[in-house]
């Protein structure tokens, strides 16, 4: 079965320090990758995903992932935190039996401070 | 267009009672997804309809649960019996498969509280 995991359940940073939030998948086949976020008392967000082509892929609010095959890794990454991407990051990967069902890790705090 | 909308934001209910909870999907979106979120279990993906049939129900916890999509523009979960386990943030999200795949469009939640 197609799975990610997310093996920290927070990740704290410096505002203006490079941010990874880290996700690691097993699938059979060629993975789909996905990234969201979940701010406060809100609906998850879509941030980037990863089909096919470039290995580094680049989102919404400036970030980015890398596609690493042979680390079965999609890490989550941006250069510069804000105060404000202090939310739940999930990863998430298509599940092989549906085009458009997808199944997700478990989420990453990300808490940034000033 | 205004997102994914549910209803209620809130709900409260004591152990026993129906309950239900509604979403609008985006127009046009033919996929819709129903998504539960707890601290214990994170986020589980519950049924999902495509053009307005349910394709996959197997995250359904149990027969109390159960969800229909009477046109493209609505969907209902409902909790019958509701009990105090069923505690949690529910998620309606839609999707346009033609668009990209995975790039699904959450609503803000319902939280329900079962006391």
């Known amino acids: 079965a197609q799975s990610v995991a997310q093996p920290e359940d927070q990740v704290n940073v410096a505002e203006g320090n490079p941010l990874t939030v880290k996700c690691t998948y097993s699938?059979?086949?060629?993975?789909?990758l996905f990234w969201y976020v979940q701010y406060p008392n809100r609906g998850l967000q879509f941030l980037l995903k990863?089909?096919?082509?470039?290995?580094l892929v680049k989102g919404s609010y400036g970030f980015e992932a890398e596609f690493n095959k042979s680390q079965t890794s999609f890490h989550l990454k941006k250069p510069s935190a804000l105060v404000s991407d202090s939310a739940l990051y999930f990863c998430?990967?298509?599940?092989?039996?549906?085009?458009?069902?997808?199944?997700f890790g478990t989420g990453t705090r990300l808490l940034v401070s000033p | 267009d205004a997102g994914v909308i549910q209803s209620p934001r809130h709900e409260v209910t004591e152990m026993g009672q129906e309950v239900t909870l509604r979403c609008k999907p985006i127009s046009g979106h033919d996929y819709l997804f129903w998504y539960r979120q707890t601290m214990m279990r994170g986020l589980e993906l519950l049924i999902y309809?495509?053009?307005?049939?349910?394709?996959?129900d197997s995250g359904m916890p149990e027969d109390r649960f159960s969800a229909k999509m009477p046109n493209a523009s609505f969907s209902t979960l409902k909790i019958q019996p509701s009990e105090p386990r069923d505690s949690a943030v529910y998620f309606c999200?839609?999707?346009?498969?033609?668009?990209?795949?995975?790039?699904?469009?959450f609503g803000q939640g319902t939280r329900l509280t079962v006391v």
């Open positions: 699938v059979s086949g060629n993975p789909y």
């Open positions: 998430a990967v298509r599940d092989i039996r549906s085009f458009q069902k997808l199944v």
């Open positions: 309809f495509n053009n307005n049939v349910p394709i996959d």
């Open positions: 999200a839609s999707s346009f498969a033609s668009v990209g795949v995975g790039e699904a469009f």
């Open positions: 990863y089909i096919t082509g470039d290995n």
